[in-house]
């Protein structure tokens, strides 16, 4: 009996120590679409990965889109576990990304490919392309939006 | 009259094993951590050491190595901007062999042989390459216990032969390393560049094929990292190797990318293909397994801790050497 007992406090004692809690992440608002063109020195550029990056005050974790060869991008982004069209309104740090392979090509944007297993590098202007660099924001309203954004490649 | 037999009652016993359960209970999660403690202890000691490395080197060679030289992989560079004509992919941890007990191994190196043949956007092509990297392959290869994290598992060697990560066309990559020297990322293209574009206040203690000396820290040794921690397991490239400089493996940048990134891109459908916890999303990211942040060899010769919920501005301005601004707590 007393092993019995023994053994039943030791197990109770496990099973309390092995439960941690997990964080529930906070639902966010929900997203509104999200819309524009890229152009690079004045031409529309397509294949570019754009990118959304929240900044402190908005919520969600950010979105992104690829654009056409009419330079056109759509963003998505992620809710909970659900993929929603657009972003939650918020400002944002805005990245354009294009990697070039060394023989000059594009690699498609919805390639699986780690770009560096390529030897891919970015063709977009460090100011643009980097997260620390970037001169892009766009503040998202609550009624979406569409943001065009004209680089130049010097 | 009967003699009492001498014996514990019900009560006694069951009060004799609640204060065991209690112990257990106190103690059980404690011996759970205290492997990984240990680990991170070691880590720790690891970094430790090499501090004590640089300091050493510094005080003989006035200067601090380069983290990597002649690198030939790059774009931006070559002979027409000022690079060399052979290049060698040598590594700065090869000169801090002898000061980690390493002078055997540091005997074996042939300065006039290259460490590897990467090369990859065109500055240079493989008949550049000074010597025959085959021959320093027996020391690139070889495992140092000090440069590698206990808690981390992953693979120890680059185990393909290719122009981006390999020693050569015949021997894979050489042996790999946790910590690497605090860089900018953009020297995988940039090689010669580096310091042109960057400005003064932008750069970090180690470069490509450039050194510098501990008065060039100028917001002071306590406030600026040397050495980061990284995993040796990466999404969007390859972790670095120690003795050879390869297609971006050319050190730690702490200002691009937060601690422990997993996800390469924001954390949209896009992207989640290749999320992993464990596996760093992009190269020259730091990061750790020991949960919540990795450890960073500051420029006194301390090793700190660091969250991965760092304050964005605090890490970008422990990277660069002489931003000018306040540090603050961390």
Redesign the interface.
Known sequence: M?VR??SL??IL??L??GCGGGIEKAPVAGAVPVTGTVTLDGKPVGGC?I????TLSSQG????G?TDSAGKYEL???LGNE?AIGAPPGSYKVVISRMLR?DGTALPP?S?E????S?A?ESIP?KYSD??ATQLSATVASSGGTFDFEIKSK | MRSRRSAFTLIE??VV??I??IL??LL??AVQQAREAARRSQCKNNLKQIGIALHNYHDTHRVFPPSRLNVGFV?WGGVAQGGPTRYTNASGWTMLLPFIEQANLYNLYDHNQAASWSY???AYSPSDVQGDPNVNYQVVKTVLQTLLCPSDPNDKFYNSSD??YSVSATNPGGARTNYDFNAWY?EY?YQHYTNRYLDSRDRAVFSTSWSTDIAAIRDGTSNTALITETIREV????PPAWGHAH??GIGIDL???PINTWT???????????RKQGRLAN?ASAGSLHVGGCHVLLGDGSVRFLSENIDTATR?NLHKMADGNVLGEF
């Open positions: 007393i007992f023994f406090s030791v004692i496990g309390a120590a990965r990118i959304y990056f929240p974790d950010g979105a992104s690829t998505t982004s992620l993929t060394p919805d699986q780690p770009p560096m297993m030897g590098r460090i997260f620390n | 016993l069951l094993i609640a065991i359960a257990i209970a059980l999660p774009g990859v956007y065109g122009q981006y953009g293209y999404w969007n490239g390859v297609h971006v200002s691009w990318y390469y891109g924001p954390n949209s459908p896009a992207y989640l293909y290749m190269w970008v």
